[in-house]
């Protein structure tokens, strides 16, 4: 696990220095403030990050199980679309400001649910007539498909797209952060751009760029983790 | 069973029915697709009659509506033109020059892309124009469209009918004309379709932020994040009810090209002399 998770880090090194010399050479060229914006980005990430993750671990683990249950899932997946992130945190932060941080969860959770859940319900009719066909026939059934074949299955094919559903919820993040007051670097992005500061506006953006890229591949060294087919990818 | 063609079996809607035909069938078949169309047509029509009627809460989203549905139909063209255009050229030019036009472009689906329109638009201040803005957009729809198309158009090559025609010597100009360009059109289409609900997305989140459409032009995002701010719930519902039918719709619509068109692509694929 570790030496795949060091590969998939290591392969987005190149990526992530070159964001953050973009992001360098950007702050430089607007004003002589460069490293205080690169140092601002960079402090409020965590903030994001501590509101991205969650989100995206709850979301995936729980489409990925309501996907392949159905029923709800299917629900699920299918109004999936009318509900970006940012439409959700609108809704919440209008009607039910009471708890925003459970909110703000909810608001980017729900969207990587809703894709999850539509891929694992695809992985799970794929495999019907294949290898949940053969695992009835020497008598599996119940809890144990669910939990041995039919869930690995349907997590898989969930974290195959975590790819886009990190660059969502990091987009998302952004109205959740403005929308409810919270710090971050998706806060810090907003204000630089309405006060027209491109240096910080830009960090604040690299930054971002940053940790999708870094989200991406730990969850696609997760995914090789749980599906060996995916390590080769 | 059927004839041969110029028989009776002519009456038979298998061989009435010509490829456009039965890809629209397949569209229509699929029910989120149909659903989808329907809801287009409806928001269209409700949005002009709304510019007609106007007054209200309901009028005010249907008029911001139109701000809205405009800009992504502008935006979402421009995406795709600017996708297909990119898939074609790295498809034309060879492996290599592919590989180096297709990398940048899937690194770049994997970005939080649709932060670049709220960046440029709080970088050209509350004057800006409308046209930059469509410009960032469509920017920001091209590069999966151009993924896409290309995925489209690599399938389309391996196809065997084309190396068939290529070993009866039929030249390229023939062949691209008479076998690639009809069977690719659909296909293609289907992934520009992609490009709508994206410009749709990014401007509806740059104008929630305030930073999307300029000053004085109301789209269904600015009347959102408004509300929002204002913790109005009655004004919030109408302009976000709107935008989640219309990106349902949309989406419902692309699921549903994307099926039926792959489908109409291997039945047509006989190519044509």
């Known amino acids: 696990m570790l030496r795949l998770v060091l590969r998939r880090v290591l392969a987005v090194v190149p990526a992530l220095l070159g964001l953050a010399l973009a992001a360098a050479v950007v702050a430089a060229l607007a004003g002589p403030g460069w490293v205080e914006a690169l140092g601002a980005a960079l402090a409020a990430l965590p903030a994001t990050l501590a509101l991205v993750l969650p989100a995206l671990a709850l979301g995936t683990v729980l489409g990925a199980l309501l996907g392949v249950m159905g029923g709800a899932g299917a629900v699920l997946g299918g109004v999936g679309p009318a509900m970006p992130g940012f439409l959700l945190a609108a809704v919440f932060a209008a009607t039910l400001a009471k708890a925003p941080v459970l909110l703000g969860l909810a608001a980017l959770a729900l969207p990587a649910a809703a894709q999850a859940a539509t891929l694992a319900g695809r992985a799970r009719a794929g495999a019907e007539d294949t290898v949940l066909l053969a695992a009835r026939g020497r008598g599996m059934d119940g809890s144990a498909l669910l939990w041995r074949l039919v869930l690995p299955l349907g997590l898989s094919a969930a974290m195959g797209g975590l790819r886009s559903a990190v660059a969502g919820t990091v987009t998302a993040a952004v109205a959740v952060e403005s929308l409810f007051g919270r710090t971050g670097a998706g806060q810090l992005f907003v204000e630089a751009a309405r006060a027209g500061d491109t240096g910080m506006a830009f960090a604040a953006l690299a930054g971002m760029c940053g940790l999708t890229v870094l989200l991406s591949a730990l969850g696609g060294a997760l995914h090789g983790f749980i599906d060996p087919r995916a390590r080769m990818a | 069973m059927h004839g041969p063609a110029g028989t009776e079996s002519r009456t038979d809607p298998h061989w009435r029915d010509g490829p456009w035909q039965k890809a629209g069938q397949r569209l229509t078949a699929h029910r989120p697709a149909a659903a989808g169309l329907t809801v287009l047509a409806a928001l269209m029509l409700a949005v002009a009659a709304g510019l007609v009627a106007g007054g209200g809460p309901v009028g005010a989203a249907l008029a911001a509506g139109h701000q809205s549905l405009s800009f992504t139909l502008l935006a979402g063209l421009g995406g795709a033109a600017l996708g ?120 509806s989140l740059a104008s929630l932020l305030g930073l999307g459409l300029p000053a004085g032009v109301t789209g269904w995002g600015t009347a959102i994040g408004a509300a929002a701010r204002a913790g109005d719930a009655v004004a919030l519902a109408g302009p976000a009810l709107l935008l989640a039918l219309t990106l349902w719709a949309l989406h419902g619509v692309g699921d549903g090209m994307r099926l039926a068109f792959a489908t109409a692509f291997s039945t047509t694929a006989g190519g044509r002399r």
């Open chain 2, 84 to 203: 297909l255009l990119w898939a074609a050229a790295a498809v034309a030019l060879g492996e290599r020059a592919e590989r180096a036009m297709m990398a940048p472009a899937a690194a770049l689906t994997g970005l939080p892309l649709a932060l670049a329109l709220p960046l440029v638009g709080g970088l050209l201040g509350p004057q800006r124009g409308l046209a930059p803005m469509v410009m960032v957009a469509a920017l920001i729809a091209a590069p999966a469209v151009a993924v896409i198309a290309r995925d489209e158009l690599r399938a389309l090559l391996r196809r065997e009918f084309l190396s068939a025609a290529q070993a009866a010597g039929i030249p390229n100009g023939r062949r691209l004309r008479r076998h690639i360009l009809p069977n690719a059109v659909l296909p293609l289409a289907a992934a520009a379709w992609t490009a709508l609900p994206r410009a749709l997305m990014a401007e």
